[in-house]
């Protein structure tokens, strides 16, 4: 049950586009298309962007879209807006337990 | 309107115990998988523990396994975390969480457990 392996950070400008990378094995990324990805704002609770590696929840910007290549995820974030700063962590199913990614930060330049 | 609220948290000594509550408003518990989330100060997100609708099926992350026990009563509407010998390094903010077939699409606003002597 290791945490998946994410940047620590990601940077862009307004406008811009970023992606975060979510490596795992597979024993959960690789084996499940089970990938989710949640946004935490400091001191919120998360918020759920991301369901079955492509998913987006009803409110959730189209800005925002999710991909998977083997043992890893991907979230890509268009358009870069303000709002958009924040910590991001993916989760991933593993057979019975779940796990989360490390987290990512990522900044509005 | 979906709504979980932890509670139950505080200090307490190494190797003591605690009990997190979480009430849940607004859908059917029993038509839910739920789970427990924990967040250490200024650290990531790990998955604690998740069960079944009806509680039949449970599962922990190795680090709590042995110590800690999830359980629910739908009656009440409500979650916990039963949480023994407890260790410095189980210091976190704990989500309750709910269940959407693999992904969690509630959380609460977290109950806060320190253990320090």
């Known amino acids: 049950q290791s945490a998946l392996t994410q940047p620590r950070s990601v940077s862009g400008s307004p406008g811009q586009s970023v992606a975060i990378s979510c490596t795992g094995t597979?024993?959960?990324?690789?084996?499940?298309?089970?990938v989710s990805w949640y946004q935490q704002h400091p001191d919120k609770a998360p918020k759920l962007m991301i369901s079955?590696?492509?998913k987006r929840p009803s409110g959730v910007p189209d800005r925002f879209s999710g991909s998977k290549s083997g043992n890893t995820a991907s979230l890509t974030i268009s358009g870069l807006r303000a709002e958009d700063e924040a910590d991001y962590y993916c989760c991933s199913y593993a057979g019975g337990p779940y796990v989360f990614g490390t987290g990512t930060k990522v900044t509005v330049l | 309107e979906v709504q979980l609220v932890e509670s139950g948290g505080g200090l307490v000594q190494p190797g003591g115990s605690l009990r997190l509550s979480c009430a849940t408003s607004g859908f059917i518990l029993s038509d839910y998988w739920m789970s427990w989330v924990r967040q250490a100060p200024g650290k990531g997100l790990e998955w604690v523990a998740k069960i079944q609708e009806t509680g039949s099926e449970k599962e922990y992350v190795d680090s709590v396994k042995g110590r800690f026990t999830i359980s629910r009563d739908n009656g009440k509407n409500s979650l916990y975390l039963q949480m023994n010998s407890l260790r410095v390094e189980d210091t976190a903010l704990y989500y309750c969480a709910r269940y959407s077939a693999y992904h969690l699409d509630y959380w609460g606003q977290g109950a806060l457990v320190t253990v320090s002597s």
């Open positions: 079955d590696v492509t």
């Open positions: 597979s024993s959960d990324v690789g084996g499940y298309n089970y």
